[in-house]
């Protein structure tokens, strides 16, 4: 009896000069779900897209039932029972739900045309059975990531699977969606559905896999099986250290408000938020996802109306109209969607780390100091560790969370006043994590003024002076340091 649905020997590939995969070992049982972990630029992503059909392995080979077989495209996975959610989201933003799920497979009417009926009710019964309650014929540009995301797991599991491939896929969910998840990968895996899962967060790890591989530089570091480890066993095979303080947080709030807002409202989004943040000061805000906070953040950065309330800096009040305004003025912000909003995907590393710089990078009114930019690039890549084979390479090929190191490390070049973060390490692994951290610590430490949004409750109770706590548009809580806590958070971002 083949015990293994899925076998992959000693997989290697190589980008030009860069060696993603060294010769990687994986074994997948009938009906498990097993964690590919590793840090940022580790190979896990590109090991997938071999499986996916996507890249085109170098050596190696892959046996799927105990059968030698060659995976040429992405049709060729799908044929072999193979279903992927990439990491970075791949739907057609002008197409409805509907047409994304069924792209390339349309059932036809009598007449030879799109059925368009037969795929809108196929859709909607799809995204029930997860229990969710979204029109089908909704534009997919027009969700949210949250939302996106889903959508890409129900396209995924709509094929006839029996290996699952999940990279990432709570990266940009809220707890109840995750919920959601978890219960569907339950459901699949009773019906004997392999499933492989890609997360830099341990806790999912422990809750949901029966084991663990870790890769470490695109070579194979060993697997685990996840009830006889640690997360200390887990990171220092990931990193090949040992992590002693992930949170570096020494407390320096002076007196000297920075940012002041008062009764902050746009009518049907968020209502009558005030609150201000100290020089020094790390001020968090949770709260379910949708509860408004990027929204809040957005407006004080000049990217999302306001019509009532005031926002003051230094004393002074902002009537900021958009986001150069607001980075002349000293706010930078670090947004939830580096896709989007953070990156320019074809330019290099080092332009993009530069991009909100460039004022203080002129020699004079006309000419860059290409000196002073090049070594700034250098002591950010270095500082960051942002795993790059040089600056000079397109920001689009590096690994999803050395992306997100690039996005912060803009901003941060731009020495601001306040500086706002919305989930700034989500997908960086906890190496870089650590060192994100610390880089927030030194900079309030210099008297900045920071504000974190996140949904990583433990990143929010370690990192933050005191917590706004947010719910459907409304500031419910500020919580002090000492009253801090998981449950208390929970408490008033649910309401219970
Ligand atoms: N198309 C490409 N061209 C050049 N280099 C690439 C390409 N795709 C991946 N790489 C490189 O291969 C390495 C592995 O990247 P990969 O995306 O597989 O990492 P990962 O383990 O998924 O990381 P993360 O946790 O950040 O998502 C990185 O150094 C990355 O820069
Ligand atoms: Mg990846």
């Given at each position: 009896?083949?015990?293994?649905?899925?076998?992959?020997?000693?997989?290697?590939?190589?980008?030009?000069?860069?060696?993603?995969?060294?010769?990687?070992?994986?074994?997948?049982?009938?009906?498990?779900?097993?964690?590919?972990?590793?840090?940022?630029?580790?190979?896990?992503?590109?090991?997938?897209?071999?499986?996916?059909?996507?890249?085109?392995?170098?050596?190696?080979?892959?046996?799927?039932?105990?059968?030698?077989?060659?995976?040429?495209?992405?049709?060729?996975?799908?044929?072999?029972?193979?279903?992927?959610?990439?990491?970075?989201?791949?739907?057609?933003?002008?197409?409805?739900?509907?047409?994304?799920?069924?792209?390339?497979?349309?059932?036809?009417?009598?007449?030879?045309?799109?059925?368009?009926?037969?795929?809108?009710?196929?859709?909607?019964?799809?995204?029930?059975?997860l229990g969710?309650?979204?029109?089908?014929?909704?534009?997919?540009?027009?969700?949210?990531?949250?939302?996106?995301?889903l959508?890409?797991?129900?396209?995924?599991?709509?094929?006839?699977?029996?290996?699952?491939?999940?990279?990432?896929?709570t990266?940009?969910l809220s707890n109840e969606e995750v919920n959601y998840l978890f219960k569907t990968m339950e459901?699949?895996?009773?019906?004997?559905?392999?499933?492989?899962?890609?997360?830099?967060?341990?806790?999912e790890?422990?809750k949901m896999?029966?084991?663990?591989?870790?890769?470490?530089?695109?070579?194979?570091?060993?697997?685990?099986?996840?009830?006889?480890?640690?997360?200390?066993?887990?990171?220092?095979?990931?990193?090949?250290?040992?992590?002693?303080?992930?949170?570096?947080?020494?407390?320096?709030?002076?007196?000297?408000?920075?940012?002041?807002?008062?009764?902050?409202?746009?009518?049907?989004?968020?209502?009558?938020?005030?609150?201000?943040?100290?020089?020094?000061?790390?001020?968090?805000?949770?709260?379910l996802v949708?509860?408004?906070?990027?929204?809040?953040?957005?407006?004080?950065?000049?990217?999302?109306?306001?019509?009532?309330?005031?926002?003051?800096?230094?004393?002074?009040?902002?009537?900021?109209?958009?986001?150069?305004?607001?980075?002349?003025?000293?706010?930078?912000?670090?947004?939830?969607?580096?896709?989007?909003?953070?990156?320019?995907?074809?330019?290099?590393?080092?332009?993009?780390?530069?991009?909100?710089?460039?004022?203080?990078?002129?020699?004079?009114?006309?000419?860059?100091?290409?000196?002073?930019?090049?070594?700034?690039?250098?002591?950010?890549?270095?500082?960051?560790?942002?795993?790059?084979?040089?600056?000079?390479?397109?920001?689009?090929?590096?690994?999803?969370?050395?992306?997100?190191?690039?996005?912060?490390?803009?901003?941060?070049?731009?020495?601001?006043?306040?500086?706002?973060?919305?989930?700034?390490?989500?997908?960086?692994?906890?190496?870089?994590?650590?060192?994100?951290?610390?880089?927030?610590?030194?900079?309030?430490?210099?008297?900045?003024?920071?504000?974190?949004?996140?949904?990583?409750?433990?990143?929010?109770?370690?990192?933050?002076?005191?917590?706004?706590?947010?719910?459907?548009?409304?500031?419910?809580?500020?919580?002090?340091?000492?009253?801090?806590?998981?449950?208390?958070?929970?408490?008033?971002?649910t309401?219970?």
């Amino acid at each position: 009896m083949v015990e293994n649905v899925l076998e992959m020997q000693g997989i290697a590939k190589s980008f030009g000069g860069v060696h993603a995969l060294k010769g990687i070992n994986f074994k997948l049982k009938k009906g498990e779900i097993h964690a590919l972990l590793g840090e940022n630029g580790a190979g896990k992503s590109t090991l997938i897209k071999v499986l996916g059909g996507i890249h085109k392995p170098d050596h190696g080979d892959i046996f799927i039932d105990g059968e030698k077989v060659n995976i040429e495209s992405v049709q060729d996975a799908r044929s072999y029972g193979i279903g992927i959610i990439h990491q970075e989201i791949v739907l057609v933003p002008y197409l409805s739900i509907a047409e994304n799920i069924f792209l390339g497979r349309e059932p036809k009417n009598s007449l030879g045309l799109k059925d368009i009926k037969h795929i809108n009710e196929q859709s909607q019964k799809m995204l029930e059975k997860l229990g969710l309650q979204i029109d089908v014929r909704k534009l997919v540009g027009e969700l949210t990531i949250a939302q996106q995301q889903l959508v890409e797991i129900v396209k995924a599991i709509s094929f006839n699977v029996k290996i699952l491939v999940m990279d990432e896929p709570t990266s940009s969910l809220s707890n109840e969606e995750v919920n959601y998840l978890f219960k569907t990968m339950e459901k699949l895996r009773q019906q004997d559905i392999s499933i492989i899962y890609i997360s830099h967060r341990f806790e999912e790890l422990f809750k949901m896999t029966e084991q663990i591989t870790v890769i470490r530089d695109g070579t194979y570091v060993g697997t685990v099986e996840t009830n006889k480890t640690t997360s200390n066993e887990l990171v220092s095979m990931m990193v090949g250290r040992e992590i002693e303080n992930l949170y570096t947080r020494t407390p320096s709030v002076q007196n000297e408000e920075v940012l002041r807002v008062e009764n902050l409202s746009q009518k049907g989004v968020f209502e009558d938020v005030s609150f201000c943040v100290r020089k020094g000061e790390i001020l968090g805000f949770s709260g379910l996802v949708g509860a408004g906070r990027s929204e809040v953040m957005q407006a004080i950065f000049g990217a999302f109306p306001y019509d009532a309330g005031h926002i003051y800096l230094n004393g002074e009040e902002l009537k900021i109209k958009n986001c150069i305004k607001a980075i002349e003025k000293g706010i930078a912000m670090v947004p939830e969607d580096r896709k989007g909003q953070g990156l320019i995907l074809g330019n290099s590393v080092g332009f993009n780390l530069t991009l909100a710089n460039l004022k203080n990078l002129m020699e004079n009114k006309l000419f860059m100091s290409e000196k002073k930019r090049k070594k700034e690039i250098d002591q950010y890549v270095e500082d960051l560790r942002v795993k790059t084979a040089s600056s000079d390479i397109a920001v689009s090929s590096l690994s999803g969370g050395n992306q997100q190191k690039v996005v912060i490390a803009k901003w941060l070049a731009i020495k601001p006043k306040l500086l706002i973060l919305d989930e700034p390490t989500r997908g960086v692994d906890v190496g870089a994590k650590s060192e994100i951290y610390s880089i927030i610590n030194n900079l309030a430490n210099e008297g900045l003024a920071i504000i974190i949004v996140s949904s990583d409750l433990p990143e929010i109770i370690n990192m933050c002076d005191s917590v706004c706590v947010m719910r459907s548009g409304m500031l419910v809580k500020q919580l002090e340091k000492s009253e801090v806590s998981q449950e208390n958070i929970m408490r008033y971002a649910t309401g219970g």
